[in-house]
């Protein structure tokens, strides 16, 4: 009885609790985390590359171009998910203390998106693609596997620039993307129009991604069956990349498919069902005879049957790797799919969705700081060897903000030296502090 009623109390208690909010004139930020993606920027070089190649405003006045595309991203990394976001950032005075700078304003923003053309694009490519080089060189990357895909992102409007009507009966922007499969960073990124198919531009896209590599580095693609094409995969040999692109099914490679004999199919090593098998094929077209493997799965009892394949549902990709196994080959081609949990990321959490609101142009540009804030945090981790995750993998987004970046902090200025102050009680502090150190010795020191 006595545990009883000292519990009654202290809920009593609880609930008479009076809460009264007031302002405070000290630097207080919720964002304490954001000094590690700052020196994530600092140790791929982000200023150095875009203050060498970019050049939109024609006055110096107020922000420059560096800290438009610094300010932008850090503030989509941190959650922002549109333009109308940076006036919540703006409020935050700790950061601006840390940052050195002040957000723009969201209409200053905007008008300085619209002000991008195409060469301005190219500007910002060649910036970004330094700095993704910069980050290879950070990690000591001796072997890049590269995720080529599409995806819509569809508009409520026809009237958006660029914006056209697709088969899945919405009007949609249509952008080309590749993702690096170890660190999950986006590579490079090309907003097309809705009506642009899977493979188009991918040729030059492909040149332009290779050129984010450093030289020395071996280099594997995995594309899925709308990029199959004779002149692509000869693109491909030509610069010495491996490759495993998907084909799509037709009846000519279901006749080779079934002319292999049935004491050639193995099972696969790490699925319950499936077997896998291969063959060799050239393209109609074609002088290169190539390796092609298969992987099929018995239909279900009751499920519908195809007269082209029977009671099997078969998958085929081309490869030129004649080294390692179909078997495994199949299940490093079938990982491809984690190029959708990217998309996914870009549109869910750092503000993919909305850029069917502006012209082409500054959508375009939208993309490319979407994609600069999404690898500042896969840098943090990669660079910073947080290894946060289930079994040291990385974390998402909003985990990755949860623990690391939204942490409060009070912000402190003394002997010229700004000091973040984060609570004792931080179960991650440890980890937080030793990630900082490993960032700040990538960072070229000051001459």
Same mark, same amino acid.
């Given at each position: 009885?006595?545990?009883?009623?000292?519990?009654?109390?202290?809920?009593?208690?609880?609930?008479?609790?009076?809460?009264?909010? @007031?302002?405070?004139?000290?630097?207080?930020?919720? %964002?304490?985390?954001?000094?590690?993606?700052?020196?994530?920027?600092?140790?791929?070089?982000?200023?150095?590359?875009?203050?060498?190649?970019?050049?939109?405003?024609?006055?110096?006045?107020?922000?420059?171009?560096?800290?438009?595309?610094?300010?932008?991203?850090?503030?989509?990394?941190?959650?922002?998910?549109?333009?109308?976001?940076?006036?919540?950032?703006?409020?935050?005075?700790?950061?601006?203390?840390?940052?050195?700078?002040?957000?723009?304003?969201?209409?200053?923003?905007?008008?300085?998106?619209?002000?991008?053309?195409? !060469?301005?694009?190219?500007?910002?490519?060649?910036?970004?693609?330094?700095?993704?080089?910069?980050? %290879?060189?950070?990690? !000591?990357?001796? @072997?890049?596997?590269?995720?080529?895909?599409?995806? %819509?992102?569809?508009?409520?409007?026809?009237?958006?620039?660029?914006?056209? =009507?697709?088969?899945?009966?919405?009007?949609?922007?249509?952008?080309?993307?590749?993702?690096?499969?170890?660190?999950?960073?986006?590579?490079?990124?090309?907003?097309?129009?809705?009506?642009?198919?899977?493979?188009?531009?991918?040729?030059?896209?492909?040149?332009?991604?290779?050129?984010?590599?450093?030289?020395?580095?071996?280099?594997?693609?995995?594309?899925?069956?709308?990029? %199959?094409?004779?002149?692509?995969?000869?693109?491909?040999?030509? +610069?010495?990349?491996?490759?495993?692109?998907?084909?799509?099914?037709?009846?000519? *490679?279901?006749?080779?498919?079934?002319?292999?004999?049935?004491?050639?199919?193995?099972?696969?090593?790490?699925?319950?069902?499936?077997?896998?098998? @291969?063959?060799?094929?050239? *393209?109609?077209?074609?002088?290169?005879?190539?390796?092609?493997?298969?992987?099929? /799965?018995?239909?279900?009892?009751?499920?519908? +049957?195809?007269? @082209?394949?029977?009671?099997?549902?078969?998958?085929?990709?081309?490869?030129?790797?004649?080294?390692?196994?179909? /078997?495994?080959?199949?299940?490093?081609?079938?990982?491809?799919?984690?190029?959708?949990?990217?998309?996914?990321?870009?549109?869910?959490?750092?503000?993919?969705?909305?850029?069917?609101?502006?012209?082409?142009?500054?959508?375009?540009?939208?993309?490319?700081?979407?994609?600069?804030?999404?690898?500042?945090?896969?840098?943090?981790?990669? *660079?910073?060897?947080?290894?946060?995750?289930?079994?040291?993998?990385?974390?998402?987004?909003?985990?990755?903000?949860? =623990?690391?970046?939204?942490? &409060?902090?009070?912000?402190?200025?003394?002997? =010229?030296?700004?000091?973040?102050?984060?609570?004792?009680?931080?179960?991650?502090?440890?980890?937080?502090?030793?990630?900082?150190?490993?960032?700040?010795?990538?960072?070229?020191? &000051?001459?």
């Amino acid at each position: 009885m006595a545990c009883r009623e000292s519990h009654r109390l202290a809920q009593e208690a609880t609930s008479q609790v009076s809460v009264r909010v @007031e302002t405070t004139t000290r630097a207080v930020t919720a %964002y304490g985390g954001a000094e590690l993606l700052r020196a994530a920027a600092r140790a791929v070089g982000v200023a150095d590359a875009v203050e060498a190649s970019v050049s939109l405003k024609q006055r110096a006045r107020g922000l420059s171009d560096t800290e438009f595309v610094l300010g932008i991203a850090e503030s989509i990394a941190l959650g922002a998910r549109c333009l109308d976001d940076l006036a919540v950032a703006r409020g935050d005075v700790a950061q601006r203390q840390l940052r050195g700078f002040e957000l723009p304003a969201p209409q200053t923003a905007g008008a300085w998106l619209r002000r991008f053309t195409l !060469g301005h694009l190219g500007q910002l490519n060649r910036a970004l693609a330094e700095v993704q080089r910069n980050a %290879y060189v950070a990690a !000591g990357v001796r @072997e890049v596997t590269l995720d080529f895909d599409s995806t %819509y992102l569809f508009s409520r409007s026809k009237r958006r620039q660029g914006v056209d =009507r697709t088969y899945k009966k919405g009007y949609a922007l249509h952008p080309l993307l590749c993702f690096d499969a170890t660190s999950g960073a986006a590579v490079h990124a090309r907003l097309r129009r809705g009506k642009a198919g899977a493979s188009t531009g991918m040729r030059t896209f492909l040149t332009e991604t290779l050129r984010r590599v450093p030289d020395g580095v071996t280099v594997r693609a995995r594309l899925d069956s709308g990029f %199959y094409g004779g002149p692509l995969l000869a693109q491909m040999e030509t +610069a010495e990349v491996t490759y495993l692109c998907g084909v799509p099914i037709i009846p000519a *490679l279901l006749a080779a498919v079934a002319a292999i004999g049935e004491g050639c199919w193995a099972p696969c090593v790490d699925k319950d069902d499936g077997e896998v098998a @291969e063959f060799g094929y050239r *393209l109609r077209d074609g002088r290169v005879f190539r390796r092609y493997i298969v992987k099929r /799965i018995a239909i279900e009892a009751g499920e519908q +049957a195809t007269v @082209e394949q029977g009671a099997w549902r078969h998958w085929i990709f081309v490869t030129n790797d004649h080294h390692r196994s179909a /078997i495994d080959l199949e299940c490093e081609h079938r990982h491809k799919a984690l190029v959708e949990a990217g998309m996914r990321e870009l549109k869910s959490n750092y503000g993919l969705g909305t850029i069917r609101r502006h012209g082409f142009m500054a959508n375009w540009a939208w993309l490319l700081l979407v994609c600069l804030a999404h690898n500042l945090c896969c840098w943090t981790q990669q *660079l910073g060897r947080l290894g946060a995750g289930r079994n040291g993998a990385d974390l998402r987004a909003k985990r990755l903000r949860y =623990r690391y970046l939204v942490v &409060p902090a009070l912000v402190a200025r003394s002997a =010229r030296q700004v000091t973040i102050r984060l609570p004792e009680t931080y179960p991650h502090l440890p980890r937080f502090l030793a990630a900082l150190d490993r960032l700040k010795r990538l960072a070229p020191q &000051p001459a």
